[in-house]
């Protein structure tokens, strides 16, 4: 079976920033998209940004130009660089990974989640 697991996430001050990291692990044979969502207290979990297994990005509107994401496909690991953070962006963060685990079998894993908190 496969695990995500998520870290990075802490307190910081409007204006910091902090760096997620979700490492998968266990049967895998493959990696594709790679993404983080985040979901606040009472609200639906909404994608933030995701990461093809060539590099690809997408962000959503409300990230563009102050996070960003990557990979490195050796480490089966997934990074968000969050900037300039807001204090709307108190949320838990999730890893999402679709991962080939046998030759014609795949299927979408979750982490257990990071929080994110962004206060003074």
């Known amino acids: 079976q496969v695990q995500l697991v998520e870290s990075g996430g802490a307190l910081v001050q409007p204006g910091g920033s902090l760096r997620l990291s979700c490492e998968a692990s266990?049967?895998?044979?493959?990696?594709?998209?790679m993404a983080w969502y985040r979901q606040a207290p009472g609200k639906q979990r909404d994608l933030v940004a995701a990461?093809?297994?060539?590099?690809?990005?997408s962000y959503t509107d409300s990230v563009k130009g102050r996070f960003n994401i990557s990979r490195d496909n050796a480490k089966n690991t997934v990074y968000l660089q969050m900037n300039s953070l807001q204090p709307e962006e108190t949320a838990v963060y999730y890893c999402?990974?679709?991962?080939?685990?046998?030759?014609?079998?795949?299927?979408?894993?979750w982490g257990q989640g990071t929080q994110v908190t962004v206060s003074s």
């Open positions: 999402n990974a679709n991962v080939r685990t046998a030759t014609f079998k795949w299927g979408d894993y």
């Open positions: 266990g049967r895998i044979f493959g990696i594709n998209v």
């Open positions: 990461i093809t297994s060539g590099g690809s990005t």
